[in-house]
């Protein structure tokens, strides 16, 4: 447990440092992450990652287990702070600003929602802690458009997976964030969860929404995505474009 | 952060943990029942005169509250992490300081559940009279359950964590409180035997002193702790 205090510590001072000396381009970008390296313990598991998220783009990241998929969107939301290299969000390069977690809505692989509470509450209390206006209206439009308003009084509890999943995803929309990082969010959705997701990829790239999430589909990763990122072993290995990058959506409408 | 909504934010951590708990009721029955059980067994042990009950009642009773009471303790973030709700509660523009308040509030609220509970059992079973003199025995109380708490949420926080935790939240805590333990016995025994001088004022301060610097270094301390 020392040890786990230590390396906080020493991993606070050496980020800090680091933030000071980052230069955020900031205009146009999401998210700019430079020579990011992730550790856990003494094992890497993001190596040396470059990724530019612009205003607006779609990016899926792809790669077997253990790749560190999900490390790098936990990188890209603040929950995990790099052992070395930079992360900086919509210019600035901490999350510690409350400006900047208000813009970032995030979905894990664990839903993270209160089994006791109720599935309006579970919103209202997103809502509450990000300080959000009319937070009624709003949890009654997320749970209407996630087609779960007939569970809104339901403990989040005994919902079923795919409804939880639907939630989830919900919550993370409740202060309408400008960028919305999602991990592998069709994995307990049905059919119809699963159609629900891909509308909602629609409407977010019609909207000019900042989206990126980890996938194992390479199908909907390519029909919703502007980029797909590569990751193995930690490392980017390759970056392609969507079937339908957004530059082309835009050019057809 | 604005102040009103540093304070709406505390408000709804709190009332979302005891909403939860009340529902649930994942520790506060545990907790009391191991809290009334250590009271049976201490408060029919003491088969002492009435004046000598006295000079221990207070530090059995005590005891068997701050050592219940690190259930409530323990729980507080388990009960997060189990749920996997800890990483989306430290992404919201809340200060680390607030969920540290907040966390620790829940806790004293236990602890304060708990007493009510205790008390009157420890009354009953020993007749100690500790209602005698409410009003300094709530200052004790007041400044122990604050003091416990502190320390509680910031070792619970850290414990949390680890995977091979069993037990090692109170091997750590109980030896933590031991100033807490000693002046809330400390007072109460010259409180029910009519000492309250400038000795008992220093152990009162001594509580104060514990509960205060405990609290703010724990919220000082608590955005290295979020951190996973």
């Given at each position: 447990m020392l040890r786990t205090i230590k390396n906080t510590i020493v991993r606070s001072w050496a980020t800090d440092g680091a933030a000071k000396s980052v230069s955020c381009n900031?205009?146009?970008?999401a998210v700019e992450v430079a020579g990011l390296v992730a550790v856990y313990g003494r094992m890497p598991v993001l190596r040396d990652v470059d990724l530019d998220v612009v205003e607006g783009e779609s990016i899926a990241v792809m790669g077997p287990n253990g790749a560190g998929k999900s490390t790098l969107l936990k990188c890209l939301v603040g929950a995990v702070r790099p052992a070395a290299g930079s992360v900086c969000w919509f210019g600035e390069a901490t999350t510690r600003c409350d400006h900047v977690r208000r813009q970032i809505g995030y979905v894990g692989q664990e839903c993270g929602l209160y089994a006791e509470l109720t599935a309006l509450e579970n919103l209202l209390f997103a809502g509450r802690m990000n300080g959000v206006a009319n937070i009624h209206d709003r949890a009654a439009t997320l749970l209407t458009e996630g087609g779960i308003e007939s569970q809104a009084h339901r403990p989040a509890g005994q919902l079923s997976q795919g409804m939880r999943q639907r939630l989830a995803i919900a919550r993370a929309l409740m202060h309408e964030p400008r960028l919305i990082v999602l991990d592998e969010p069709s994995s307990n959705l049905d059919a119809a969860g699963r159609q629900w997701l891909e509308r909602l990829f629609e409407r977010w790239r019609c909207a000019g929404q900042t989206v990126c999430f980890a996938s194992h589909d390479a199908a909907q990763s390519g029909s919703v995505a502007d980029r797909i990122v590569h990751l193995d072993a930690g490392r980017m290995v390759a970056i392609e474009r969507g079937d339908c990058p957004l530059t082309t959506l835009r050019q057809s409408a | 952060m604005p102040a009103r909504q540093t304070i709406n934010s505390l408000w709804w951590l709190i009332h979302k943990d005891l909403t939860r708990e009340l529902r649930a009721q994942h520790v506060w029955p545990g907790m009391v029942l191991l809290g009334l059980v250590l009271v049976f067994l201490l408060a029919t042990q003491i088969d002492l005169p009435l004046d000598q009950k006295a000079r221990v009642g207070g530090g059995l009773l005590w005891l068997a509250v701050f050592f219940a009471g690190t259930l409530a303790c323990d729980r507080s973030f388990t009960g997060e992490r189990d749920a996997g709700c800890w990483q989306a509660l430290t992404l919201y523009p809340v200060a680390p300081s607030v969920l540290f308040l907040a966390k620790m509030a829940v806790n004293v609220a236990a602890l304060v559940i708990l007493e009510l509970v205790l008390v009157p059992a420890f009354i009953v079973l020993s007749?100690?009279?500790?209602?005698?003199?409410p009003g300094p025995l709530l200052l004790i109380a007041a400044l122990g359950n604050v003091g416990f708490a502190a320390v509680g949420t910031l070792v619970g926080s850290l414990t949390s964590g680890l995977r091979h935790r069993g037990g090692l939240l109170t091997l750590l805590l109980l030896p933590l409180v031991v100033p807490v333990v000693f002046g809330a016995a400390e007072t109460t025994r010259l409180l029910l035997t009519g000492e309250i001088d400038s000795l008992w004022w220093r152990w009162i301060q001594l509580l104060a002193v514990f509960a205060a610097v405990f609290t703010v270094a724990g919220a000082m301390m608590f955005e290295f702790v979020v951190e996973d």
């Open positions: 900031g205009s146009g970008y | 007749d100690v009279p500790f209602a005698a003199r």
